[in-house]
C-alpha cells in the first residue's frame, strides 16, 4: 500500500459525510486511542471487520488520550502517528478524530450500523450503546485477548530500561 493510500484512509471529522456515502454497509464503527498497537488490538478490530461491510475507526486526539488519565506522558505517539498506523491494516477502511472524552457525538454523526468495543468494557453501561439503540443499530463486544494492553505493554518496557 502506498502512503498516499494510507493517508487517504485518513478523514477529518468534517469531511465525513462524503466518505461515509462511498463505504459499504453494513457500517461497523469502534473508537479507542490505539496508542501502542498490539495484538489484541489487531486481533479486535479485524473481528470487527468481519462483522460489516467496512469498518470506521475513531482516535481520541493527543488532548482527548490525555484526559482519560492514562499518564502525564500519555499517549506516546502523536494523534497522526497512529492514525498512520491504523490506516495500514487491511482490516480498517477509515480512521478519524474525535475530541471529547467519549466519541458520542462522532457517533452520532457516523450512525454505524454496528458498535463494536473490546470485551473489557461492559456494553450495557456505556452510553454509546443506548445512543445505537436509538436508531436501531447493534453494540457488540469483541472477546478480549488476555495478557495484552497498552498500559502493561508500556509499564514492561519501562521496568526493562531501568539500569
Known amino acids: 500500500m502506498s502512503t498516499d493510500a494510507l493517508v487517504g484512509k485518513i478523514c477529518l471529522p468534517e469531511d465525513l459525510p462524503q466518505r461515509l456515502a462511498a463505504l459499504p454497509r453494513p457500517l461497523v464503527f469502534t473508537n479507542g486511542v490505539f496508542d501502542v ?3 489484541g488490538h489487531v486481533t479486535c478490530l479485524h473481528e470487527a471487520r468481519q462483522l460489516g ?3 470506521v475507526v475513531a482516535i481520541n486526539t493527543d488532548h482527548s488520550a490525555r484526559q482519560l488519565g492514562k499518564g502525564p506522558d500519555r499517549p506516546l505517539n502523536q494523534a497522526m502517528d497512529r492514525a498512520m498506523v491504523l490506516a495500514g491494516l487491511d482490516s480498517v477502511s477509515l480512521v478519524t478524530f474525535f475530541n ?3 466519541p458520542l457525538s462522532l457517533l452520532a ?3 454505524p450500523d454496528i458498535y463494536v468495543k ?3 468494557y461492559d456494553m450495557e453501561k456505556l452510553a454509546e450503546t443506548a445512543l445505537m ?6 453494540s457488540l463486544a469483541i472477546p478480549f485477548v488476555d495478557g495484552y494492553s497498552t498500559t502493561s505493554l508500556v509499564r514492561r518496557i519501562r521496568a526493562h ?3
Not at 439503540?133 to 447493534?138: D, L, M, P, Y
Request: glycine share 20%.
Open 161 to 163: 530500561s531501568q539500569p
Open 53 to 55: 461491510g467496512a469498518l
Open 133 to 138: 439503540r436509538s436508531w436501531g443499530g447493534q
Open 100 to 102: 471529547d472524552s467519549t
Open 118 to 120: 473490546g470485551g473489557d
Open 109 to 111: 454523526q457516523v450512525r
Open 37 to 39: 498497537l498490539h495484538r
